[in-house]
């Protein structure tokens, strides 16, 4: 009874369920993108780059990121080290060559979906398409 | 808080097994994601572990569901891509050969009950030693390599089931049907090759000895 009560106070916010509809089919460019940037990164790493970019606006949760991260790397576009730190052993996660290319081409796919859904949401008016 | 000492960290590592992460190496990503954000919080480790289960529990195991899933995935590829090797070609005429062999020595229905006898021998025993590693071992399983007995698993019945009942009783030539023997012990082979692969990459890649 009492677990079922504390469930109810984690049931994602309007803000969490914003970030699973808008954000999902981007969450792996974010992810090739912050690793064209930064290297190597950890998990962990990634989920607070991100939230520290967005002011906290985008979370990413454990089942969102490590799924795509696992699908990147099975995909070729992701190579894995693992290495000891502070006690327990920590896997960094890289872009092969392969994934260096993919993420040129998914930023240049993002960057015009978003020119149109700028173009959808808030039109500028061309004077050549004017009758 | 403090950086996380060693017993702290096998907590965390039993606190995952507990809600039901199994394999290791999912558990070693995990542990070092909870270990970092455990880190960054106030209070005592043992508050703010259970706070974080607590409230990252579903998560948690969506990623884990997710991840067998995935697992599953990637064993059948890396099993598909030593199909298409020349290691399983080689083993595959090697098997044919001792197949034929005993074909041209004893006749069809002997060679035919070699093959049953090999497979009823292998198969039994390879489940008994999945099931002792199980047991034995069940904290440092890799997810890639369990995964890969029983996805194929369903796979390889449906190539033993029709031997003796279809196969054998086929009008067709009897080298297509040692063929298919030989491709059905190769396959258990490269089958067995695969697991020993698997676990050997995971163990070096996590430095378990």
Known sequence: MHKKIMYIFVIPNKQQMKNSQLYKGSLNTIIMKLLEENGRMYGYEITQKVKL??????????????????KLEADGFLDVEVEKVDNRLRKYYKLTES????TVNR???????????QNLVNPTPNPDLQF | M??????QIIAVDKALWDIGIKFLDIRIEMTDHVA?????????????LKKYIFENKKELKKNYSQFRVNASIKAVKFLFSNIISLRFLAILISVYALVFGEYKH???EEASSWVFTVL???LPLT???IGYINFTQSTKLFSTAERLFPTISGVAYLMVIPLKSIVDKMEISDFIKLFYYAFVISFFIITGFTYRLLTKFYKSRYQVI
Request: aromatic fraction near 14%; charged fraction near 25%.
């Open chain 2, 2 to 7: 403090d950086q996380l000492t060693h017993e």
């Open chain 2, 106 to 108: 004893e006749g069809f």
């Open chain 1, 99 to 102: 994934g260096t290319k993919e």
């Open chain 2, 36 to 48: 970092t954000a455990i880190e960054g919080m106030d209070r005592s480790f043992e508050m703010n």
């Open chain 2, 120 to 122: 009823f021998m292998f």
């Open chain 2, 127 to 129: 489940f008994m030693y």
């Open chain 1, 107 to 117: 930023l240049a796919e993002l960057e015009e979906f978003i020119r149109n859904m």
């Open chain 1, 53 to 70: 970019i967005t002011a906290g606006e985008l979370n990413i949760t454990e089942g969102a990121l490590y799924p795509a991260l696992h």
